[in-house]
């Protein structure tokens, strides 16, 4: 088991950014790939961003490349999701999963993480 706790999430002016953490207990956290997902009411779950475990490789959905980064401390346990230039559409409940992804290019499929957190939720106001 990996537990995974998020926090950060907030109410936010179109524009402004937010940080969001990802903090896991266990001393296997360093081996696991980590991936940021999100839900908007009435939709489905949508990969958001995703780093490796050795956070060589980062990886984003085209729609926050440029404004979200990815980042991880394993010293800290922790993975953070800095999101810049936030907009409206950008409001969902963000979860972190925890994953030993095998390929780069899985990093964007939830069937490849075992463990979720509760998430935390965003809202952007226009």
């Known amino acids: 088991q990996v537990p995974l706790v998020e926090s950060g999430g907030g109410l936010v002016q179109a524009g402004d950014s937010l940080r969001l953490s990802c903090t896991a207990s266990?001393?296997?956290?360093?081996?696991?790939?980590i991936a940021w997902f999100r839900q908007a009411p009435g939709k489905e779950r949508e990969f958001v961003a995703a780093i490796s475990w050795t956070g060589g490789g980062t990886y984003y959905a085209d729609s926050v490349q440029g404004r979200f980064t990815i980042s991880r401390d394993n010293a800290k346990n922790t993975v953070y999701l800095q999101m810049n230039s936030l907009k409206p559409e950008d409001t969902a409940v963000y979860s972190c999963?925890?994953?030993?992804?095998?390929?780069?290019?899985?990093?964007?499929?939830?069937?490849?993480?075992?463990?979720w957190g509760q998430g935390t939720q965003v809202i952007v106001s226009s």
């Open positions: 999963a925890a994953g030993a992804v095998s390929y780069a290019s899985d990093l964007h499929r939830e069937s490849e993480y075992d463990y």
């Open positions: 266990g001393r296997t956290f360093s081996s696991y790939a």
